[in-house]
């Protein structure tokens, strides 16, 4: 034991890394101090274990989750989507009826606005100057010229209606 001496072993290592810069492991930079440090294996995730040659397929899960913790986890993101999607309903629910309630009141205040002039137009201007004329032209037809004032007072009413429409209209 121990008698024999060490020989030295030669290692070729070939390179096809266009950067030439070859990777060693941990382990081989300890051997080639020559501590005696041991390293406990890390798992490395992203890597299927080495092929058992011939024997069935090995399926390797990465994260180590049972299908149980799988399906955990994708019902848990499955109800914060539905919450997310069930609350960004109920934000637009909400945004439209605001958006009909301001259109209802606009659309009632146009009503309003329109019957309110449509009244004032149902009535003709100047009706009693009007039929004073009527009146006048009955009472005397073989003279027309005897009701030229109320003629001439029915023209000025009915002036100042079209002056005061056009301006409230301007």
């Not at 440090?37 to 798992?43: D, Q």
């Not at 009955?138 to 009413?157: I, N, S």
């Amino acid at each position: 034991m121990g008698g024999s001496s060490s020989a030295t072993r030669k290692l070729t290592v070939e390179n096809d890394d266009p950067t030439s810069v070859i990777k060693v492991s941990e382990e081989v930079v300890d051997r080639l101090r020559g501590s005696n440090v041991v390293r406990t294996k890390e798992p490395q995730y992203g890597k299927p274990p080495p092929d058992q040659g011939g024997q069935f397929p090995l399926y390797w899960n990465p994260s180590n989750l049972t299908s149980q913790q799988i399906q955990h986890l994708t019902a848990n993101e499955l109800q914060k989507n539905d919450q997310y999607w069930q609350q960004r309903i109920k934000n637009l629910e909400e945004k439209h009826k605001k958006m009909n309630q301001v259109m209802e009141d606009e659309y009632v205040k146009a009503v309003n606005e329109f019957t309110a002039k449509k009244i004032d137009r149902k009535l003709p201007p100047c009706k009693e100057t009007e039929h004073a004329v009527k009146e006048c032209y009955l009472e005397y037809p073989r003279e027309p010229m005897r009701c030229a004032k109320v003629v001439q007072a029915f023209q000025e009413c009915v002036d100042l209606k079209r002056n005061t429409l056009l301006l409230s209209r301007g």
